[in-house]
T-cell receptor, first 111, second 113 residues
Framework: DAKTTQPPSMDCAEGRAANLPCNHSTISGNEYVYWYRQIHSQGPQYIIH???NNETNEMASLIITEDRKSSTLILPHATLRDTAVYYC????????????FGTGTSLTVIP | DAGVIQSPRHEVTEMGQEVTLRCKPISGHDYLFWYRQTMMRGLELLIYFNNNVPIDDSGMPEDRFSAKMPNASFSTLKIQPSEPRDSAVYFC???????????FGNGTRLTVT
């Protein structure tokens, strides 16, 4: 039961910012937004998560709209190593089976 | 911390054989998850444990699949008998309680011929 919607694919020029959108219009008040990425043949890698405030770490920034119905993951200076499938997930605390990955966005960083 | 450790990395077996996949979660993590990934179905949650107790196994495909967690530092996923359609990459992940993120291992690539 998908709770998020993402574009299937995106391209980004190397060195430019990559902005990956995610719609989660049915998100509940206690559900967090998580972003993961998966580089071919590796395990998914955690990037960032947030509840309602914008978040930033060494990998990326997460912008969540005020109504929390959508969010954007920003990779500020994309490199070729950022080419991967990016998954947006919503999940409530202390739950397991709601960690549904969906199909994600395949990001290709172009030299 | 070494992260989530899975073994073996690759497994090739013949149809009908028993297969056992192993996982060591990150120390102190209370949740452990088993996922399967195929091109057709993407990442599917098979089962998850909380404090070594299976909580939800509704994703386990059929009775040929079983998972155990005898202690906080070890889990197994067993397939008996294996079939070619079980060929996939199997991931183990662990997390703390609450809103903490999952940490994945590098997976076991299973090929059943």
């Amino acid at each position: 039961d998908a709770k998020t919607t993402q574009p299937p694919s995106m391209d980004c020029a190397e060195g430019r910012a990559a902005n990956l959108p995610c719609n989660h219009s049915t998100i509940s008040g206690n559900e967090y937004v998580y972003w993961y990425r998966q580089i071919h043949s590796q395990g998914p890698q955690y990037i960032i998560h947030g509840l309602k405030n914008n978040e930033t770490n060494e990998m990326a920034s997460l912008i969540i709209t005020e109504d929390r119905k959508s969010s954007t993951l920003i990779l500020p200076h994309a490199t070729l190593r950022d080419t991967a499938v990016y998954y947006c997930i919503v999940r409530a605390p202390n739950t397991g089976n709601q960690f549904y990955f969906g199909t994600g966005t395949s990001l290709t960083v172009i030299p | 911390d070494a992260g989530v450790i899975q073994s073996p990395r690759h497994e090739v077996t013949e149809m009908g054989q028993e297969v056992t996949l192993r996982c060591k979660p990150i120390s102190g993590h209370d949740y452990l998850f088993w996922y399967r990934q195929t091109m057709m179905r993407g990442l599917e949650l098979l089962i998850y444990f909380n404090n070594n107790v299976p909580i939800d196994d509704s994703g386990m495909p059929e009775d040929r699949f079983s998972a155990k967690m005898p202690n906080a530092s070890f889990s197994t996923l067993k397939i008996q008998p294996s079939e070619p359609r079980d060929s996939a990459v199997y991931f183990c992940a662990s997390s703390l309680v609450g809103y903490s993120p999952l940490h994945f291992g590098n997976g076991t690539r299973l090929t059943v011929t």
